[in-house]
């Protein structure tokens, strides 16, 4: 068992053994600024681990991540719809995300 503090809120974690494998129904979005910081995270969390699509990694102990550019989000609400659409038709294409490639596909 382990229990530690993230912004000021407080978990515990168990270990509970391959009856309670984890899934996707836990998981750890971060959200990067650059590139450089979706790369270094992508190839420190994503070794000895498991790649899968539209940034969704498991680490090596298999607790799901999901590395987002921040402005993902943003890039994907946008208020033209073709716009919207041909950002997530990029994403779905990519494993690891790439922001410059999502950039171009807004600008299309």
């Known amino acids: 068992m382990a229990s530690f503090a993230v912004g000021g809120q ?3 974690g168990l270990e509970a ?3 309670d494998a984890f899934n996707h129904s836990f998981s750890i979005i971060i959200e990067c600024d650059t590139q450089a910081e979706i790369d270094r995270l992508w190839a420190a969390l994503g070794e000895s681990g498991t790649i899968e699509q539209c940034g969704w990694l498991k680490d090596r102990w298999g607790l799901s991540w999901q590395i987002l ?3 993902l989000g943003e890039l994907m609400n ?3 719809p073709a716009r919207a659409q041909r950002i997530t038709e990029a994403m779905l294409q ?3 995300l790439d922001i410059a490639a999502l950039e171009a596909a807004a600008s299309r």
């Open 17 to 19: 053994g391959p009856p």
């Open 69 to 71: 550019p921040k402005q």
């Open 10 to 12: 407080h978990y515990r």
């Open 78 to 80: 946008d208020p033209d």
């Open 94 to 96: 990519m494993v690891k």
